[in-house]
């Protein structure tokens, strides 16, 4: 499971590890630190739930987004193969990495 981030010259991918991952600008409480212009020190969770992962915004200055949509901070949720996360400016795309058949 990763997140896809397009860095202009480079697609970034960022994988996502454990039950619980941080991004934000402070390298002491984050798993991922992102460093753009809006980006809270602590500004979002990606989050495994049962089957599955969500998302939650932290009390971010900016807000985070799901798919154009203002997430409510602190609520928990389900995002999916392809959804479009943005945090300031960046935008993250939810990519679940399959095994490949032999």
């Not at 590890?17 to 602590?42: C, K, L, M, W």
């Not at 987004?65 to 928990?76: A, G, Q, R, S, T």
Request: glycine fraction near 10%.
């Amino acid at each position: 499971v990763f997140l896809e981030v397009n860095r202009g010259k480079a697609i970034e991918k960022i994988k996502i590890t454990g039950d619980s991952f941080i991004i934000g600008r402070n390298p002491s409480t984050v798993q991922y630190v992102e460093g753009a212009s809006g980006v809270s020190r602590v500004h979002l969770k990606v989050v495994k739930i049962n089957s599955g992962y969500g998302i939650t915004d932290l009390g971010s200055k900016n807000g985070s987004y799901l798919n154009d949509e203002e997430l409510v901070p602190n609520k928990i949720y389900p995002i999916q193969e392809g959804d479009v996360i943005k945090i300031a400016k960046m935008k993250f795309t939810f990519k679940m990495e399959y095994p490949k058949l032999a």
